[in-house]
């Protein structure tokens, strides 16, 4: 049996690392959500202004630099995870 897709992906480092810095930012408990890691962030009652102050948390925590266009792809935590993969940003084991 396969153990892994999404349930080890909710259970990653990175993606808990993401989710705490959502929730610090929107007070939003993410896990709240069944399948949280595709629940956009504006249905979950993140506004843009959140967003914005998320994207400064990401880069300063991984020492990246986002764009604008990097911001407006920040639809979920799935796409955030996506994205910080592309910026060479690797899981914890």
């Not at 396969?2 to 808990?16: A, C, F, P, R, W």
């Not at 764009?67 to 994205?83: C, F």
Request: aromatic share 4%; proline share 0%.
């Amino acid at each position: 049996m396969n153990t892994g897709g999404i349930n080890s992906m909710e259970n990653s480092n990175l993606v808990k690392k993401v989710v705490s810095l959502i929730e610090e930012v929107s007070d939003v408990d993410l896990t709240e959500f069944d399948g949280f890691l595709h629940v956009s962030l504006v249905e979950s009652g993140i506004d843009s202004l959140m967003a914005l102050e998320l994207g400064v948390h990401l880069e300063r925590t991984y020492g990246i630099r986002l764009t604008e266009e990097d911001l407006t792809e920040m639809k979920n935590v799935q796409s955030i995870i996506e994205l910080l993969k592309l910026k060479g940003i690797e899981d914890e084991a």
